[in-house]
């Protein structure tokens, strides 16, 4: 079936940066496309970034663009998603995705505060 763990997460003042790494596990990584999607309190859940199984295809969702960056290593089964000039908008738990496999990683929080 597979498995996917998300970590960096984590408080962060406005501007600040921080980098969410997506490790997967039980299935061929480097086969799929994977996405980052986001669910602030009260909102519904907002896809933040997709990239193709060789990385030659990268979308972001409008409110990220310029920002955020969704990068993989498949020698590693790992996604990232590095994240710049973070706004309190950001503030989210963030999940990790394998779209053709409808897989879904347990979240990590991310809170931009000062």
């Known amino acids: 079936q597979g498995q996917l763990v998300e970590s960096g997460g984590g408080l962060v003042q406005p501007g600040g940066s921080l980098r969410l790494s997506c490790a997967a596990s039980e299935f061929t990584f480097s086969n799929h496309a994977m996405s980052w999607f986001r669910r602030a309190p009260g909102k519904k859940r907002e896809l933040v970034a997709f990239?193709?199984?060789?990385?030659?295809?990268?979308t972001y969702a409008d409110s990220v663009k310029g920002r955020f960056t969704i990068s993989r290593d498949n020698a590693k089964n790992t996604v990232y998603l590095q994240m710049n000039s973070l706004k309190p908008e950001d503030t989210a738990v963030y999940y990790c995705n394998a779209p053709r496999r409808d897989l879904w990683g347990q979240g990590t929080q991310v809170t931009v505060s000062s």
């Open positions: 990239i193709t199984n060789t990385g030659g295809t990268i």
